[in-house]
């Protein structure tokens, strides 16, 4: 007889007279009475902790106990904790009353190494679901070789550091290793479902349409070509409520989903802080020159497109070389720190604003007329000559000269700040501490 033929014998079977319809739930009575009535060791346990409600005569002598000591008796008292340890990791998936595969464990049974195979089946008991665990001894010949390399095998994917998952073609879990769990923190009975998978892990909705069409979609284009599917991140939150980075690698096997689960946080994290860091100026946090004027022809392109007019801004501190002078260099970047501070609370979050270098800073204007140009300039200069600034051991008063121009048709980015450039440079001859639009 072929392992799965034995293994259907002894367990629940969906023609089974005695037991009736596998999907309805049935009495504690019912399924103590035909556990008894078969002749196969059986075990009945609670669905997720894995601790024994009932079992039959069989599975007492099988495992040495009397019915009685069986109550809430934990699994790897029964099997040990290797063994145990791989009955939680299989992943019924079976609808209920339906046999899942069967498979091989190493088991410490009495005290001796006994190869066992073990067919899972979920089942309806009055109000709840429980799991019906069947054991065979003394397998067919050749299943001992076989349950050593399963054991390997069970070892090698619990060793790696990454989650893996093999799932049916419905993406039904049917197998995680010990990293996937410690990876996301929910158990097979958290996320049975796969519906229960993208609620919970994307809780958002719109986040989660989006997490599902993006899998559905890169899957659907690696199956057509029979390739691995394309890898991408994701985040998916814990049961903890944290949130992971998550890169997720698919590969369709014959009638199973192999997915791996690699968690990227740290490494995506590190990466747009050196973003960051190249993006921006370390001691104002404004951006830095090239970061400026990528900003600054992205803007451009976006506005000669649409047609609708921006204007650049370029800005200088008056007399920054006497308040190093007099104050000292660490004075002056503080200088710096509260001049970009002052700024921001008068542009708009959507505004660019960027250091060029020593004390002049520029700024990308969503605006067009000549009015609204100077009013937003007049507000950066009254922002920073309304207050003294109270960054040395003594207050004192901090001017700033401002330039600007509007950006014409067909101008270009270089054109436009050459022109602002040239205002700044009037409003500096002119006296400084003003605004000159052009």
């Known amino acids: 007889m072929s392992m799965p033929e034995a293994a259907k014998t002894n367990a629940l079977s969906p023609h089974d007279g005695a037991i009736g319809d596998p999907a309805r739930a049935r009495s504690r009575q019912e399924v103590d009475f035909w556990m008894d009535c078969v002749g196969a060791p059986l075990v009945l346990m609670e669905k997720q902790a894995l601790t024994v409600r009932y079992a039959n005569r069989n599975a007492a002598i099988l495992f040495g106990l009397g019915l009685e000591p069986f109550g809430a008796c934990p699994v790897d008292e029964l099997v040990g904790p290797e063994a145990a340890l791989m009955l939680g990791q299989i992943w019924s998936v079976a609808p209920v009353g339906v046999p899942g595969e069967p498979f091989l464990i190493r088991a410490l049974v009495q005290g001796q190494e006994r190869t066992l195979m073990v067919q899972v089946t979920k089942l309806a008991v009055e109000d709840e679901i429980l799991r019906l665990f069947s054991f065979v001894d003394a397998p067919p010949q050749g299943s001992v070789t076989l349950a050593g390399w399963q054991e390997n095998v069970i070892s090698l994917l619990n060793w790696l550091p990454f989650g893996f998952e093999i799932a049916s073609s419905e993406d039904q879990i049917q197998f995680a290793n010990s990293t996937f769990k410690e990876l996301f923190g929910y158990t097979m009975d958290d996320i049975a479902n796969i519906e229960d998978w993208w609620r919970l892990a994307y809780p958002d909705p719109e986040y989660r349409e989006f997490a599902r069409t993006q899998w559905h979609t890169s899957i659907a284009a690696a199956r057509a070509e029979d390739r691995e599917m394309t890898p991408f991140d994701l985040d998916v939150m814990t049961a903890s409520g944290a949130r992971r980075t998550i890169q997720f690698r698919h590969r369709t096997i014959g009638n199973f989903n192999v997915n791996l689960y690699i968690d990227v946080t740290r490494e995506r994290a590190y990466a747009e802080e050196l973003k960051v860091l190249a993006d921006t100026d370390p001691l104002t946090g404004a951006m830095n020159r090239r970061r400026f004027f990528e900003e600054a022809d992205r803007i451009h392109a976006d506005s000669q497109r649409r ?11 008056d007399h920054f070389k006497s308040i190093n002078d007099r104050y000292g260099h660490g004075v002056g970047d503080l200088v710096l720190i509260e001049f970009t501070r002052r700024c921001r609370e008068v542009l708009h979050p959507g505004d660019c604003f960027g250091r060029m ?39 004192f008063k901090v001017s700033v000269s401002a330039g600007g121009a509007i950006c014409e048709t067909g101008e270009s980015v270089g054109s436009v700040i050459s022109r602002a450039d040239n205002a700044l440079y009037d409003a500096k001859k002119s006296g400084r501490d003003r605004v000159i639009i052009r």
């Open 307 to 317: 047609g609708t007019p921006i204007a650049f801004l370029m800005l200088d501190i």
């Open 357 to 395: 270098g020593g004390e002049e800073f520029a700024v990308v204007l969503g605006a067009g007329t000549r009015e609204t140009v100077y009013a937003v300039a007049e507000n950066i200069r009254s922002a920073i000559g309304a207050d003294l600034f109270a960054v040395g051991l003594e207050p």
